[in-house]
């Protein structure tokens, strides 16, 4: 490739990324047609990061109206250009630029955070569910030492702000409930047959399973239990966690802490 055409390619996606023409690329003659015709890729591809943005966080541009949610996209795509060959990526930093845009508005990022988790739960491949009778065979001198596998779909998130009830209320095209900020509260999102669920964690099941996500042994996250109930509630407080993610599909595999 010759150098020439290197700096053609270069000065031509500068323009594309940047939306600034360099007059190097439309001098000589039909300057006009060439403008135009140049200014059809820079439309196009801001266009298509737009609609991307749209698809992603549909709730969000219906919460901000159209003209507020596209005023945001173009700064955001001014700043975060994309940078995969699957346009599916894009938006993946937006809910932490929304908090430098709108730190007065803490459920804007956290209402993008919920809509991208959804999405990447609603993308991530499938892995069968584990059954209880897997459990059920283990042997009891195993359990202190198991580790649980959670299937990809899964995501956990922590929220200051009523964002679930903002996408709630804009999914159902019914009027928003006032937007405010409290106690942090744990939500769980994940999928089965084909469809996003969503639900808040109470601080028990939270913590067994942020300990588990984490790797952390069966044992470790009963130790911990004990921060918000007695030593006898722990097995049932357990078990009930185990019996729930067992029914939503969420374990895909156990392991042994410290084996290969």
Sequence with gaps: MSAAL????????????????????VCGTDESDRAARLGIYVYAYRSRLHDALVDNFPMLQVHLGSDEFAMLARGYIDVQPSRNYSIRTFGSNWSEWLKTQRPDEPWLSELAAFEWALGCAFDAPNEPPLSCDALSRLAVETWPTLTFRFAPCVRHLTLETNAPQLYDCAARGISAVGRHEGASVEWLIWRQSLRTHYRSLSPIEALALTSL?????????????????????????????????????????????GSD
């Design 6 to 25: 290197q700096r053609l390619q270069h000065e031509l996606q500068r323009t594309i990324l940047s939306g600034v023409t360099n007059d190097a690329l």
């Design 213 to 257: 996500l984490a790797g952390r042994t069966f044992a470790n996250a009963c130790e911990r239990l004990l921060y918000h109930c007695s030593a006898d509630d722990v097995p049932t407080r357990a078990a009930a966690c185990l019996k729930r993610w067992l029914a939503d599909g969420l374990i895909v595999g156990l392991g042994l802490s």
